[in-house]
């Protein structure tokens, strides 16, 4: 079963929609060669505590940190410590909150100061392709237009989709069902309805999509090394289209 939001509880995502849109938009302004992950870490929960919410990641099965932070190869899940950000990484941060009993995620990828044309390019496609995903996220579709909107982009610019991660329902739960592959078949899934809460992410590799776990257990790395791409939204099925939860409030792009 896929379950269907009220409108009290869409007013309560929204809410906290806005308290992740706000955290990574001050973490732009951060993120900068020299600083450690940890803080960002520190930063982020301090920002999602003084607005009245919890971070959802911290202790859900045994995840250590406030958000996960995740630098070049790797794709999701990286924990913050004391690794040092250098001029030319690219950054992904995954941030998630509950409040109120309710979930919204949200992630980005940023540049650490000047970056190379390859990681520019790979950062634009893997926003891109997640807004070409929102556009197909409409009542009535099925959900495998949503993952080949976002396999169609990905791999038409040479790129792949990182395989091993998939998109998902969220809301009194940080995952629910329905899973959202960012690959599939044409003309296959469940069908969207009105009331549908989904968080879409795509991860994009700009070399294969094999995928490795480290000794820490958590951070996933791509087995080739190859840098990643990590966007993600939390968005609302309505009937006049895909409402995101989680939008960006600067409106600026991170590449």
Same mark, same amino acid.
């Given at each position: 079963?896929?379950? /269907?939001?009220?409108?009290?509880? /869409? ?31 520190? /930063?982020?929960?301090?920002?999602? *505590? ?21 630098? $070049?190869?790797?794709?999701? !899940? @990286?924990?913050?410590? $004391?690794?040092? /950000?250098? #001029? @030319? ?6 941030? @998630? ?6 979930? &919204? ?14 990681? *520019? *390019? ?9 807004? *070409?995903?929102? #556009? ?16 169609? !982009?990905?791999?038409? $610019? ?8 998939? @998109? ?12 959202v592959p960012n690959f599939g078949t044409r003309n296959s899934g469940v069908r969207l309805e009105s009331g549908m809460v ?8 700009? %070399? ?8 820490? %257990?958590? &951070?996933?790395? &791509? ?9 993600? !939204?939390? +968005?609302? +099925? ?7 939860? &989680? ?9």
């Open positions: 079963m896929i379950p /269907l939001k009220s409108e009290r509880e /869409l007013t309560i995502m929204k809410k906290g929609g806005r308290i992740v849109a706000l955290v990574l938009d001050e973490l732009y302004g951060i993120i900068k060669p020299g600083i450690k992950t940890v803080e960002l870490d520190r /930063l982020s929960e301090k920002y999602i *505590k003084e607005c009245g919410a919890r971070p959802a990641f911290k202790e859900y099965r045994g995840f250590p940190a406030n958000i996960c932070v995740s630098v $070049n190869e790797e794709i999701v !899940h @990286g924990i913050p410590g $004391n690794r040092i /950000l250098a #001029e @030319g990484d690219i950054i992904s941060v995954d941030v @998630g909150v509950e409040l109120e009993g309710y979930f &919204t995620d949200s992630a980005r990828t940023y540049a650490v100061g000047k970056i190379d044309d390859g990681s *520019k *390019k790979l950062m634009c496609v893997t926003e891109v392709s997640l807004e *070409k995903a929102l #556009e197909q996220s409409r009542a009535g579709n099925r959900l495998s237009a949503i993952s080949c909107a976002i396999q169609d !982009h990905v791999e038409n $610019n040479g790129f792949s989709i990182i395989r091993a991660f998939v @998109g998902h329902g969220i809301g009194s739960q940080l995952h629910e069902a329905p899973e989904l968080a879409i992410e795509p991860m994009v590799s700009a %070399g294969k999509y094999k995928v490795e776990i480290l000794k820490d %257990g958590w &951070t996933a790395v &791509t087995a080739d090394r190859s840098r990643v791409a990590h966007y993600e !939204h939390t +968005i609302a +099925i309505t009937d006049d289209g895909p409402e995101v939860l &989680t939008l960006c409030q600067k409106k600026k792009r991170y590449w």
